[in-house]
């Protein structure tokens, strides 16, 4: 069910795609001619080198502290290994940790 919600919905963006380019073309605006303008390939340019340096210095630090230390060390380890116990019959963390009625 989801896959087809999906597919529907990526049917859905390349049919609105397709709309803006015609009326695009309907107007006479050259999408290729805007792309390739000196100031557009400038602006890109800068707005490249805005995030590279954004990334580089603010961000990538953190984001990859958060993505090794927190993300694959606690969350992906033990996710992996309840589905490995989930997947040999075994119990799983949730199951083992819960508190038990006298």
């Known amino acids: 069910m989801l896959y087809i919600r999906n597919q529907k919905g ?3 963006l390349i049919l ?3 709309i803006v380019i015609i009326v695009l ?3 006479n605006i050259d999408i290729r001619g805007i792309i390739e303008a000196p100031q557009t390939q400038s602006n890109l340019q800068y ?3 805005f995030t590279v340096t954004v990334w580089q210095e603010y961000l990538r630090s953190p984001v990859l502290y958060f993505w090794n230390n927190i993300f694959i ?3 992906w380890e033990s996710f ?3 589905l490995e116990r989930i997947k ?3 119990s799983h ?3 083992l940790n819960a508190p038990q009625v006298p």
């Open 47 to 49: 707005v490249w080198g």
């Open 10 to 12: 990526f049917l859905r």
């Open 73 to 75: 060390n606690l969350l």
């Open 93 to 95: 963390d949730f199951e």
């Open 25 to 27: 073309s309907y107007f």
């Open 88 to 90: 040999a019959g075994q």
């Open 80 to 82: 992996v290994s309840n």
């Open 16 to 18: 609105l795609i397709i």
